[in-house]
T-cell receptor
Framework: AQSVTQPDIHITVSEGASLELRCNYS??????LFWYVQSPGQGLQLLLK??????LVQGIKGFEAEFKRSQSSFNLRKPSVHWSDAAEYFC????????????FGSGTKLNVKP | DARVTQTPRHKVTEMGQEVTMRCQPI?????VFWYRQTMMQGLELLAY????????DSGMPKDRFSAEMPDATLATLKIQPSEPRDSAVYFC????????????FGPGTRLTVT
């Protein structure tokens, strides 16, 4: 069965510190992987996506993610967090196996300390 | 700056009433998705359309929910009759034909059923 696990419900980091949000997936075919960010009261905004090719993908707002097939992971990283990054982050998996159908993780809420 | 729009942004209604939520996808996008977000269940895909045809509505309670696309610029999600357990934020997302695995989310409709 297809699923996405984000093991961290809440994470707090200090402004300027590095960030890594974890995402593990289960998918029975070639996965297409996504990270979205949701600010309070807003919809989800696409940060980055992985379809194929280079396993390190760059996204908007200085985020990057690395696809590791052997670990079924797609962790999101940022070298230096800004206060405006405080939001909820969702990992999602989809692919040709399930035409357009995304499976979202439960989200990780990021707090940023000044 | 093209965006998905949703109306209303907030809706409070009494149990048993009909609720209609509307979504205007980004011009030129040919896939439309409806999601429901709650604290308990997270993001759930209710239904999605491609070229106005419903492709999958297996996530939707059929007895009270219905989703339609009367034309390419309007998608509707209707609940009749509404129940308190329907209280949630309902998101619409649209995706381009050129990149079917991308989804762009609207700001959501926050529904409260009393």
């Amino acid at each position: 069965a297809q699923s996405v696990t984000q093991p961290d419900i809440h994470i707090t980091v200090s402004e300027g510190a590095s960030l890594e949000l974890r995402c593990n997936y289960s998918y029975g075919a070639t996965p297409y992987l996504f990270w979205y960010v949701q600010s309070p009261g807003q919809g989800l905004q696409l940060l980055l996506k992985y379809f194929s090719g280079d396993t390190l993908v760059q996204g908007i707002k200085g985020f990057e993610a690395e696809f590791k097939r052997s670990q079924s992971s797609f962790n999101l990283r940022k070298p230096s967090v800004h206060w405006s990054d405080a939001a909820e982050y969702f990992c999602a998996v989809g692919g040709e196996k399930n035409f357009n159908k995304f499976y979202f993780g439960s989200g990780t809420k990021l707090n940023v300390k000044p | 700056d093209a965006r998905v729009t949703q109306t209303p942004r907030h809706k409070v209604t009494e149990m048993g009433q009909e609720v209609t939520m509307r979504c205007q996808p980004i011009l030129g996008h040919n896939t439309v998705f409806w999601y429901r977000q709650t604290m308990m269940q997270g993001l759930e895909l209710l239904a999605y359309f491609r070229n106005r045809a419903p492709l999958d509505d297996s996530g939707m309670p059929k007895d009270r929910f219905s989703a339609e696309m009367p034309d390419a610029t309007l998608a509707t999600l209707k609940i009749q009759p509404s129940e308190p357990r329907d209280s949630a934020v309902y998101f619409c997302a649209s995706g381009p034909a050129t990149s079917i695995y991308e989804q762009y989310f609207g700001p959501g409709t926050r529904l409260t059923v009393t």
